[in-house]
């Protein structure tokens, strides 16, 4: 069912939802960013679409509703442990096609990559619904058109809003909650972007062999100072560690978590005899990409890098991935040139 509806209508139906779902969205929280007297946006629980942020690109993106930050997995005494219970209320999650695109490579990691499902994730993954929120334009550092992640048609709302009208591609009718109020019934399609402000060469083939000593990554290793916010505001980028907590009351009890870690940090290679494979930061930057532009799409046909342009957005000392991107597209036609 496709509709418009005013804004206050759009809120009766979210009031309603909100009985079932907890509702997640762009949210501004004031004088918590990076630096001081800056706000943060990121995802949070919504009760009105005046608490949505629509105009500015989301700081963090909406992968913190699915995979937690810090997810406690089970609690652990000497003798038996007990796995953390799932009981909360359904999601329902307002983002845009870059997301989405982003939701289906963590799905890919987390359910599709070996034998076995990951069960933390699945059991809430398994209750988490979307709303595709339409982009009329695109924003800063944006690069989903080179990405191929402009569109999704795989939500369950679709949304685009213009002015004080709201309008609505509602494919799940599980979901309707605005069947009875003031509508009018419309034919739209949710926007994308077709065009971002600049194009990225990503390349069709990596020839790894050769890149993998590539003097191209020699800059990373003065410029990045390993903070991994590249990766913590990455929609698509799934590691973690885990850790064992155990409590001062009584230390043979405790729980484990499993908590975001990030490649580019220093300790995310070390092994047991202090050994690091990779100790440069130009070396981390080299896996971060590949990873990103190459080896997920050797095993799964498809990149992993949604452009969304967050990990530019957020780095502290300007690296831009897109940059590194067109890189190594520079030095693979080299290479071609070389060897004709
Ligand atoms: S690597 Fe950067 S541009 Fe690509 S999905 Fe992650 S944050 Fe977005
Ligand atoms: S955000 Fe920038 S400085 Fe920080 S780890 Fe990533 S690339 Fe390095």
Known sequence: MKLKLKVDDFDSGLKRLKKDYRIFAPKRFEKMGTYSDTDVIRYGEISSFEEMVLDEKSDFSPKETMLPINQVLFYFTEEEYRETSEKKKPVLVFLRACDLNGVKRVDQIYLNNGIEEDYYYNRVRNNVKFVLIGCPETFRNCFCVSMDSNKADNYDIGMNVRGKD???????????????????????????????????????????????????????????????????????????????????????????????????????????????????????????????????????????????????????????????IDKVSKAMREREEENV
């Open 166 to 324: 709201i309008y609505l591609d509602i494919k799940d009718d599980g979901l309707n909650a605005w069947k009875d109020l003031d509508f009018e019934e419309v034919d739209f399609e949710v926007d994308y972007v077709k065009e971002n402000k600049f194009e990225v060469d990503v390349p069709e083939k990596v020839d790894f062999n050769y890149i993998k000593d590539h003097e191209m990554w020699d800059e990373y290793d003065s410029r990045c100072i390993a903070c991994g916010r590249c990766n913590f505001s990455c929609p698509t980028c799934t590691c973690f560690n885990m850790q064992d907590i155990f409590y001062r009351e009584n230390k043979n009890v405790g729980e484990r978590r499993r908590v975001w870690a990030s490649c580019q940090v220093e300790g995310y290679t070390s092994i047991a005899g202090g050994h690091s494979f990779r100790d440069k930061q130009g070396q981390r930057m080299r896996f971060k990409t590949m990873h990103k532009i190459h080896d997920f799409k050797e095993r799964f046909g498809y990149n992993m890098c949604t452009g969304c342009g967050r990990c530019d957005d957020q780095c502290p000392q300007y690296i831009s991935f897109s940059t590194s």
